[in-house]
């Protein structure tokens, strides 16, 4: 498209100004509409096949799926930092956690696939953010996703806030309540028995399960 461009912009010019003020022009829109269809980022297809093999060998980040539609993903549901409930310090919060909830919840870290508390956890109940302790997901929201983290389909309404991660790929989640980091959210993977087709990919480090009708 360029040479294009290179090539009107030689031949208008010995003309006259007309031409050329109308090359500027045309040059200024194509660069606009270049803007505008700029492909997306590449996006590796998710495979289930992949998710599953990988498990337990050289899966020590979290999935790297991407949904078919990130702004679905987000909408209404974006994390609202001015509204959390529980807002303390870096320094506040390592005299609270352990040095590994620190690096999962505050620094956004990710478990190592298959090694967490809740991967295979089926016990009712609810899961409740490790940190500040707001109720997060109902054991009725969770399933086997077999990707070895624990996954749900769904959470307690308004407790977790999605944004896009900075890797440009993936919606983080988050407790609306203090921020901190549980995992990511994939949607259209073919988990068909589930109301939503999503799984939240949480680190069950992020979690803290308490025993009950699984209600909230
Ligand atoms: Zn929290």
Redesign the pocket.
């Known amino acids: 498209m360029s040479r294009v461009i290179v090539r009107f912009l030689s031949s208008s010019s010995s003309s006259s100004t007309f031409p050329l003020l109308s090359s500027l022009v045309l040059r200024s829109r194509l660069q606009t509409s270049t803007s505008l269809v700029r492909p997306l980022p590449l996006r590796r297809p998710y495979s289930l096949f992949s998710k599953f093999t990988s498990r337990g060998s050289k899966a020590t980040t979290a999935a790297t799926g991407n949904s078919p539609s990130t702004a679905s993903l987000l909408a209404g549901q974006e994390h609202d930092p001015s509204k959390m409930s ?1 807002q303390k310090t870096d320094q506040e919060w390592r005299t609270i956690l352990s040095p590994e909830q620190f690096r999962v919840l505050r620094q956004k870290g990710t478990e190592r696939a298959g090694t967490g508390e809740y991967d295979k956890h089926s016990a009712k109940g609810v899961y409740e ?1 490790a ?2 302790h ?1 109720p997060l997901y109902t054991s009725s929201h969770k399933f086997d996703s077999g990707c070895g983290w624990p996954a749900f389909f769904d959470a307690i309404p308004g407790a977790v806030g999605r944004h896009a991660d900075p890797d440009g790929m993936r919606i983080e989640i988050v ?1 609306n ?2 921020g ?1 980091h549980l995992g990511h959210v994939f949607k259209g993977e073919g988990f068909r028995h589930t109301p939503a087709d999503e799984r939240h990919c949480v680190n069950s480090i992020s979690l803290k399960f308490q025993p009950g009708d699984g209600d909230a």
């Open positions: 529980q953010c940190a500040c707001t407790c309540a203090c901190g």
